[in-house]
């Protein structure tokens, strides 16, 4: 509920100063040609998630389809844009039903995987505030950042390290207590077991065997989330218009990661709002077609998450019935 009213604060917020007649017109206006692309564009970046998940994997979860990988990434979407957040969990639980392996391991993978989404976040939008946009002060001006002093730049840094040092003291703590001390109580063993199993996920990273690809594969994710903002750039002639590149694209990836993180229902009312005014502040665009584009491909990015999955559970079950019969003959 709380998610609800904080997304219908930011839709208004994105609306209030919009002639709904005249965004009625713009959206009749957008043309539609690059939304194929978008979508296989979408499928591709999520695919590529499954393939680097299946790198983090520990040994007893490698003959775990990629199907059934694919099709737990599209499933923690899909829940994600009813309720915020609740994706994260869904995702490795239903991978680990279907593999028939502990979730707690998986859980923590993910959650690694997450550390690792916002670091290189973090890492666009320096590139993104350096190269590419020229006056910090708007930056400044978007993110309400004008009273902020360049001390509270380092809280950034040291938020990251102290996260990843408690990362690791956990996992320490996990395994000493679970090395030196005998437990006998069988639900204080069980809960031992559940977090050294987490644990192990979070340091999944440490054991990444194939870095070359596990770097290319993490290019290509974020590579194909740009372009899920520049592909739409068509749809209103923005790059003829207001002179919007590749680049800006990834200035507006960097705004709309931000938006989608904060936990409102599919990243509703902050996207929309976070989008609007990075267009209208960074790159002059009027309000009313800034919010076209933002409406649109948050319209087209929830559309291609429900197109996508039931295919990939299909597509899953599919060789699981298989796999199966060959199995039974």
Not at 95 to 116: C, D, H, M, W, Y
Not at 129 to 152: F, M, T
Not at 286 to 299: I, M, Q, S
Request: charged content about 10%; overall charge positive.
């Amino acid at each position: 509920m709380l998610s609800v009213c904080v997304a219908i604060f930011f839709l208004w917020l994105a609306f209030r100063n919009i002639d709904l007649s005249e965004l009625w017109q713009q959206i009749t206006l957008v043309t539609y040609y690059w939304l194929p692309f978008f979508i296989i564009v979408l499928c591709l970046s999520h695919y590529l998630r499954a393939e680097r998940w299946r790198l983090m994997l520990p040994e007893d979860c490698l003959e775990i389809k990629r199907s059934t990988l694919f099709s737990g990434v599209m499933l923690g979407y899909m829940v994600n844009t009813i309720v915020p957040r609740l994706g994260e969990f869904s995702r490795p639980v239903y991978v680990a039903k279907k593999g028939n392996v502990s979730p707690g391991n998986l859980i923590g993978t993910v959650v690694a995987e997450r550390i690792l989404d916002v670091i290189t976040m973090l890492l666009l939008m320096l590139f993104a505030a350096i190269w590419l946009v020229r006056d910090l002060e708007k930056v400044h001006q978007l993110l309400g950042l004008e009273q902020w002093s360049p001390v509270y730049y380092l809280a950034v840094p040291v938020f990251i390290f102290l996260l990843l040092f408690a990362i690791w003291l956990f996992y320490r703590i996990i395994f000493y207590v679970d090395s030196n001390l005998h437990i006998q109580n069988p639900v204080l063993s069980k809960i031992m077991s559940a977090g050294k199993s987490f644990g192990e996920g979070l340091i999944s990273l440490k054991k990444v065997k194939n870095w070359p690809l596990f770097i290319i594969l993490t290019i290509f994710i974020w590579f194909g989330y740009i372009l899920m903002v520049y592909l739409p750039f068509y749809m209103m002639s923005m790059q003829a218009n207001f002179g919007l590149n590749f680049p800006d694209a990834i200035v507006l990836t960097v705004v709309s990661s931000i938006g989608v993180s904060i936990p409102t229902p599919a990243g509703i009312g902050s996207y929309h709002l976070l989008i609007q005014q990075s267009l209208w502040v960074l790159f002059s665009v009027p309000l009313t077609k800034a919010l076209t584009y933002a409406t649109v491909v948050h319209a087209a990015s929830i559309l291609g998450v429900f197109i996508v999955g039931p295919i990939a559970f299909w597509w899953d079950k599919a060789l699981l019935m298989r796999h199966t019969k060959e199995g039974i003959s």
